[in-house]
């Protein structure tokens, strides 16, 4: 049999259901979902609880798809509080079973699940008889309830994969739990202009505006208000900087994306800080920007945009907290900025063009190769499945 995301290349050796708690696109989870059901030596099947976006992507690609209502499993939301999960307690079972039915029927190896929700409905199905389960961590355990909650998630998981060693809440790693950061597919990576890497960059001018972006999901986590906040003070030091901020605010974040216009009006930038919705495939993501800002003051566990934007030749500057610290070595590779003042550092670095900057971006380059390869990924996650299914 051959896999039909891979484009029908490679033995398949894991026969492999992939569940997903939400029918749509929420963010790099999704995408990275995708990524996992396109490695060659597995014959995916996705599960997701209600038809939409993802479920048509994946049967555009050739993927089967079958769903499972998680009735209200699916309203459960961090932090886990005991009443929402009571309320649960019967679909929960319920969803586990219909699981078990699903994987049954199609003959799966393994299930692998992809969110905290999907987690619990995999770990009771494995409890109940079911399938082997891998479940797929992305999130980092903020609350003490929530490291409660991750190791218990472990100890119920044949395997779980960390996106990044700041996912788990611990010293060290139990013996069923391994990081394996996820890939970006060459193929994927629009190229570069011809010549030297800092080609990539804009030619400016004296006095021409930097043009940094953040991109990606809208949402406090983000720390979109702390790179307002260290443009007002690059513009005060005199550096000319411009941000535009491409993704979107889901309907719970307007309010934020609305305080978000009111700092950069408060702060005189409003000429300065343009928002300007979701764009499509790294190419548009990317254009025109000199550098990208990764300004996550709430550890991030592993941002797409980092490993992205260094794949595309772009300099990177990332806030040094949660898993971006495993992605940027501090001026060999990007930059760490943890306040105003090392942003601004960073950012005249960017400016000069100098030879650091096409050095910086070579090592990003390999960085992205031997770090964040998708061949490397799918490797990781196979020698995951052979040790579960002790092949």
């Known amino acids: 049999m ?68 998680f009735g209200q499993v699916a309203a459960i939301r961090r932090p886990v509080r005991p009443s929402s999960v009571g309320s649960a307690f019967g679909d929960w079972f319920g969803a586990a079973r219909k699981l078990m039915a699903v994987t049954k029927r199609h003959g799966a190896d393994i299930v692998h699940s992809n969110g905290l929700k999907a987690h619990c409905i995999a770990g009771l199905a494995r409890k109940l008889g079911g399938e082997a389960c891998v479940f797929h961590v992305r999130d980092i355990a903020v609350r003490g309830s929530e490291r409660l909650i991750w190791k218990g998630l472990a100890r119920s998981s044949d395997h779980t994969v960390l996106v990044s ?44 505006s930097l043009v940094v972006g953040i991109c990606g999901r809208i949402h406090p986590f983000k720390g979109h208000h702390v790179a307002i906040d260290w443009l007002g003070a690059a513009h005060r030091r005199g550096l000319p900087i411009t941000l535009l901020v491409r993704g979107e605010a889901e309907e719970e974040d307007r309010p934020y994306l609305d305080s978000l216009k009111r700092q950069a009006d408060a702060l005189g930038l409003k000429d300065f800080v343009r928002f300007e919705g979701r764009f499509e495939g790294l190419a548009a993501i990317y254009n025109g920007l000199d550098a990208v800002l990764v300004p996550s003051e709430t550890p991030d566990p592993l941002p797409r945009s980092v490993m992205e934007a260094m794949s595309m030749g772009l300099p990177v500057v990332g806030y040094p907290a949660g898993g971006i610290v495993e992605m940027i070595d501090h001026r060999e590779n990007g930059w760490l900025a943890g306040d105003a003042e ?4 960073a950012m005249e670095e960017i400016s000069s063009l100098g030879p650091m900057l096409v050095e910086l971006q070579k090592s990003a380059a390999r960085t992205v190769a031997e770090r964040f390869g998708m061949e490397r990924m799918h490797r990781q996650v196979n020698d995951v499945y052979s040790a579960v299914l002790g092949r």
Do not use: H
């Open 2 to 69: 051959l896999n039909p995301a891979s484009g029908g290349s490679g033995p398949v050796n894991y026969r492999v259901a992939f569940l997903s708690p939400v029918s749509f696109f929420k963010g790099g989870a999704e995408r990275s979902l995708f990524d996992l059901m396109a490695n060659p030596n597995v014959d995916p099947l996705l599960v997701v609880p209600a038809e939409g976006p993802v479920s048509e992507q994946a049967a555009s690609r050739g993927i089967p798809v079958e769903v499972v209502d």
């Open 342 to 345: 090392a942003f601004c550092a």
């Open 165 to 208: 060693r700041a996912c788990w809440p611990g010293e060290a790693l139990p013996g069923n739990v391994s990081v394996v950061f996820n890939g970006v597919k060459r193929s994927d990576v629009p190229q570069l202009p011809s010549g030297s890497l800092s080609e990539s960059i804009r030619p400016r001018g004296a006095g021409t």
